[in-house]
Nanobody, 122 residues
Framework: VQLVESGGGLVQAGGSLRLSCAAS????????TGWFRQAPGKEREGIAC????????HYRAAVKGRFTVSTDNAKNTVYLQMNSLKPEDTAVYSC????????????????WGKGTLVTVSS
């Protein structure tokens, strides 16, 4: 099982980035997926998740309305579109996957990527 994130980098406040997470080694359609972040000196937090099939999404209040999570099952990839970025969004962003038979999502995950750094300058 492998989850590999890409798309991180340095961006100015107000800018946008799109993160990608390529999955391999498991049946992508059997898993819900999500994005987490860990800022320096803080605990990791789940910020967005999407059900298998992409039918249901959930966002934490801090990113709702600015971030969008989506999946491309044909490419076994989950994306996080981040708009209106703020300096407080600076963190290492990781994707994760949860094996489930349901059609919703939550932040209890089974597999994790290593993360990609997003830095937002003021």
């Amino acid at each position: 099982v492998q989850l590999v994130e890409s798309g991180g980098g340095l961006v100015q406040a107000g800018g946008s980035l799109r993160l990608s997470c390529a999955a391999s080694g498991f049946t992508f359609g059997d898993y819900a997926t999500g994005w987490f972040r860990q800022a320096p000196g803080k605990e990791r937090e789940g910020i967005a998740c999407v059900s298998r099939g992409g039918y249901y999404t959930h966002y934490r209040a801090a990113v709702k309305g600015r971030f969008t999570v989506s999946t491309d099952n044909a490419k076994n990839t989950v994306y996080l579109q981040m708009n209106s970025l703020k300096p407080e969004d600076t963190a290492v962003y990781s994707c994760a996957a949860q094996r489930t038979t349901g059609w919703s999502c939550n932040y209890t995950m089974h597999y994790w990527g290593k993360g990609t750094l997003v830095t937002v300058s003021s």
